[in-house]
Every structure is written in structure tokens, then in C-alpha cells.
């Protein structure tokens, strides 16, 4: 399972409900979208919140129609669609909460696995960032051995906005930009 439990992919979750389940002579109520929620995502929530995720997604520009009937997934007139089998994604197997879990910032790029050390305290960001899909390794008296599989530019800035409680020793090419971007920030700090 690839963090689904986690709040903050809630909005792009029902997204790909009302893209899979919904056009304009099939509406979804808020409580088929919970149930579609928990079938496929594993995910609980209530109807206020799926109701505060279609109204962020409506702010965001997705063409989302809600009545009395439930909510569905307009078609836009000028949106230009690809056929299913030119997406490269659907054809090499896109799942939206693996995506969503290792593209933590939704920065695009590749997919690397990256072996980390954090201090124990962090249990709770790691799991808010990387939900379950993180493996400890290893326990020391208070740091962790993790491995983990992200987006490189995503980590990159994870790592530095939790650089004093972390230390990312693979992959190497990673470790040099964080490395480059320490170096270039301290620069800019050294001197009043």
C-alpha cells in the first residue's frame, strides 16, 4: 500500500474517483465517494471533508458540477485528451497513491531510492511525508537507518528542510546536491 492513509492526497484521490466513476448521467454522492474511497484507497473520511476537498478542487480549476444529485467531473470543451494508450504512465502500470508518495512536493522527475539517517523524533513527519512506504533498517539509541523511494528533486528539499535531523548517504549524486545547496547557502549567510 503506498501512503494512502495520508490526508494530503485526499483531493487528488476523489479526483480520480469523479475521472473514473462520474460524467454528467452518473453522479456520486458523497457517501459513494467514501465507499469508492475506502474500496480502493484504504482511506477514511467524512462527508465534510469530501465535501471541502470537490470545493478545493472546484477553486483549483477542475470542472467539478455538484447538485442535489451528488457531484461528477465535467468534460471540458477545449481539453485536448490523449488516447489511454499514449500515456506512458497507464501503460507502465500509473498508480495515483504510488505516485503521490514519492512525489512528495509534486515536483516531476525520476523515482530513486534513497537510504537516509533520521533522528527517532521524526517518526512523525516521516510518516505525515512518506505514509507506510518507508523501511527502518536499522535503530540506533536515538537515529534510524530508513530507506525509502522518492522523487530525487523532492528529497532534495526534503532533506534540506529537515537537514539537522537528517543525513542522506545514498544515492551519492543526491548527497552532492544537497552538499552544493548547503555550500550555496552558507555562502550567502557567512557575511553580514
Not at 90 to 97: A, M, Q, V
Request: proline letters at 2%.
Amino acid at each position: 500500500m503506498f501512503a494512502t492513509g495520508s490526508k494530503k492526497m485526499l483531493n487528488m484521490l476523489i479526483l480520480d474517483i469523479l475521472e473514473q466513476y462520474s460524467d454528467d448521467d452518473h453522479h456520486l454522492t458523497q457517501q459513494d465517494i467514501i465507499r469508492h474511497l475506502q474500496a480502493q484507497y484504504g482511506m477514511e473520511c467524512d462527508r465534510r471533508s469530501v465535501k471541502n476537498n470537490i470545493d478545493s478542487l472546484k477553486e483549483l480549476g477542475y470542472d467539478i458540477v455538484t447538485n442535489n444529485k451528488g457531484a461528477f467531473l465535467a468534460e471540458r470543451k477545449d481539453a485536448k485528451r490523449k488516447p489511454v494508450s499514449l500515456v506512458t504512465d497507464l501503460k507502465n502500470g500509473f498508480f495515483l497513491p504510488k505516485h503521490m508518495a514519492e512525489h512528495i512536493y509534486m515536483l516531476d522527475g525520476r523515482t530513486v531510492h534513497v537510504c537516509m539517517v533520521a533522528k527517532k523524533h521524526l517518526m512523525n513527519e516521516l510518516t505525515y511525508w512518506f505514509g507506510k512506504d518507508f523501511i527502518i533498517r536499522k535503530e540506533f539509541e536515538d537515529e534510524m537507518l530508513i530507506d525509502v523511494n522518492c522523487n530525487k528533486a523532492a528529497m532534495r528539499f526534503w532533506a534540506l528542510q529537515y537537514g539537522y535531523y537528517v543525513e542522506v548517504l545514498e544515492p551519492a549524486e543526491l548527497r552532492e546536491e544537497i552538499r552544493e545547496s548547503i555550500a550555496e547557502m552558507y555562502e550567502k549567510y557567512i557575511t553580514d
